[in-house]
């Protein structure tokens, strides 16, 4: 079993289309993890991402703040 502190994970703050954004991937291609990913990230005061879509299914579990998530469901 591999474990770290998520403090102790690298954070990416460049996405394209983004602001104030912060991601780590806690767990992914580096643990052998297959198709799975475990992220955190951190979206800031006035932050936003852009819109995007793809054929895999995401679940978001927020921690705490308030937002706004657009939800499309592909047909």
């Known amino acids: 079993m591999i474990r770290h502190h998520y403090l102790d994970i690298p954070v990416v703050t460049s996405f ?3 602001q104030g954004l912060c991601k780590q ?11 799975f990913y475990l992220r955190h990230f951190s979206l800031y005061p006035a932050g936003c991402t852009p819109r995007y879509s793809h054929p ?7 921690l705490s703040g308030a937002g706004t998530v657009l939800a499309v469901e592909e047909a």
Do not use: D, P, V
């Open 25 to 35: 991937t806690l767990i992914g291609k580096e643990q052998a993890a297959g198709n």
């Open 56 to 62: 895999r299914e995401r679940e978001i579990y927020f």
């Open 16 to 18: 394209k289309g983004a």
